[in-house]
């Protein structure tokens, strides 16, 4: 063991760990500038940008023997290219269909389509573990089925199969907003809770309201814009054991 601490060659690791680093850095700073899509629903384009730049962060980090400014200069390239043609793509239609592609129909009005699943390199084991996925066990109760051009199956049910919404039930529910966290991991959030019209004193009472005291009781808390709050409070049970083995 002392002669491995020995042998260990210092001077190369701190050199991979600021490289690393570095590489780190530079992705996260390209990630922001390309956009949160680049860690969503990726294209074919935006798969193959996502895969040239990480292979280089892996040059980057190890390869000692090319530059790190080469490195950070081809990142850079690949992320500005991406982010340019995403702004083309949002303002024209003919550079969206070239870059992206367009959905292609499996299924229509219960009749599918070989030539497009050939097309879209999708078998019918694929479809029907996809239906499955989406609740749909029996492909009878599908109508239609597009392959959206990020990979994603959009699924339209025969009409007798939708779920039932407060349209058919000729319900109007009050239109539900967005919440705001104003605690979190026991930490008060003060400009959500400003946000949401609300100051400290008016959030300690709706705590004791909820038998807490202290910030630090509440795992989340959050408010809407119906002025209720709801606490999540921290639990002493470090796990809670599923009932499904």
Known sequence: MLDWFRSF????????????????????????????KQ???????????????GSIAGEMAFAADTPV????????IYGLIAA??????????????????????????????????LRAKYDLDDLTAECRHNGYFDLSDVYSVVMETSGHLSILPKEGKRPVNTEDLKISPQQQELVANVIVDGNLIPGNLKQMGKDESWLKKELEKQNMHNYSEVLLGTLDTND????????????????FV
């Open 39 to 53: 860690i969503s629903q990726l294209t074919f384009f935006d798969y193959i940008i996502g895969i040239s730049i």
């Open 228 to 243: 209720v709050f709801t606490a999540y409070p921290y639990y002493n049970d470090q796990f809670k054991r599923t009932l």
């Open 69 to 76: 400014i080469d490195c950070i200069f081809a990142m850079a």
């Open 9 to 36: 060659d210092w001077l190369q690791s701190g050199e991979i760990l600021l490289r690393s680093l570095a590489s780190v850095t530079t992705l996260f700073i390209l990630t922001k500038i390309m956009g949160f």
């Open 84 to 117: 340019g043609i995403s702004l083309w793509n949002c303002k024209s239609y003919k550079a969206r269909k070239f870059f992206n592609g367009t959905p292609i129909i499996l299924m229509d009005k219960g009749k599918i389509y070989p030539k497009n699943m």
